[in-house]
C-alpha cells in the first residue's frame, strides 16, 4: 500500500486561514482578519443586493486592498471570498465571465 499526496491544498478548521493562504498565493497580503471581514462583506452586500453583480462587488474589493493592488488581484480576491464564504454566490462571478 502506498501513501498518496493530495494535491489539493490543505484544508484547516479556521475558514479564515484557508482565505488568506489562497490570497497569499495570488501576492494579496495583509491583516488576516481585514481580509477576512472584507471577504464577508463581499457576500454581506450580494445577499442584500448593495451589489448586483461582480463588477460591483470587485470595485468594492478594489477600493479596500492595498494601494497598488491590480484589477486581476481584486477579481481573485472576490473568487476566494464567494468560494470560502458564500459558494451560492459563485454563479455571480460565473455570469461576469460569460
Not at 9 to 35: C, M, S, W
Amino acid at each position: 500500500m502506498s501513501l498518496r499526496r493530495s494535491r489539493s491544498p490543505r484544508r484547516h478548521a479556521d475558514p479564515d486561514v484557508d482565505f488568506a493562504n489562497e490570497l497569499h498565493t495570488y501576492g494579496i497580503y495583509g491583516q488576516k482578519d481585514y481580509n477576512a471581514w472584507i471577504g464577508k462583506i463581499a457576500c454581506k452586500r450580494l445577499y442584500n443586493g448593495v451589489d448586483q453583480d461582480a463588477y460591483k462587488s470587485a470595485a468594492f474589493v478594489n477600493m479596500q486592498l492595498q494601494k497598488g493592488s491590480t484589477t486581476e488581484q481584486s477579481w481573485q480576491f472576490l473568487g476566494a471570498a464567494l468560494r470560502t464564504y458564500c459558494p451560492d454566490k459563485m454563479p455571480v462571478l460565473e455570469a461576469a465571465a460569460r
